[in-house]
């Protein structure tokens, strides 16, 4: 999944005024926390940045990548001040997360 394929998704499942620069920005933030806190990635070597319009590849693999859209629909949510509707979509795209940080320790990855 890329930025852009990840942002054409969401706009699709929850149609929104949200600025794209804002979701790429909560992406690069996602993509941040996935690197540093389960990848052990030093986060001074990061190169991402919600400040570029390129399309980025985002690192999640197959099946593990709905964490990008499920976390991206969580925030239209709680910027369009729909509490209980990003609640719901907040506690998926953590579980997603979670499952994801389990198969990491599991299968000993990073």
């Known amino acids: 999944m890329t930025t852009h394929s990840c ?3 969401v706009d699709t499942l929850v149609p929104n005024a949200v600025p794209e620069g ?11 926390h996935i690197l540093v806190n389960i990848r052990n ?3 001074e070597a990061l190169s991402i940045t919600g400040e570029t319009d390129e399309d980025i590849p985002l690192s ?3 099946p593990f990548d709905r ?4 976390y991206l629909a969580a925030m239209v949510d709680f910027f369009n001040g ?3 509707r990003y609640e719901e979509t907040a506690t ?3 579980n997603a997360l979670e499952d994801y940080a389990k198969w990491c320790k599991r299968e000993r990855r990073y």
Not at 22 to 32: N, V
């Open 7 to 9: 942002i054409a998704l």
């Open 22 to 32: 804002l979701k790429r920005r909560w992406l690069s933030e996602l993509e941040g």
């Open 41 to 43: 990635h030093d986060p």
């Open 60 to 62: 999640l693999p197959f």
């Open 67 to 70: 964490v990008y859209w499920m």
């Open 82 to 84: 729909d509490t209980s």
């Open 92 to 94: 998926l795209a953590d």
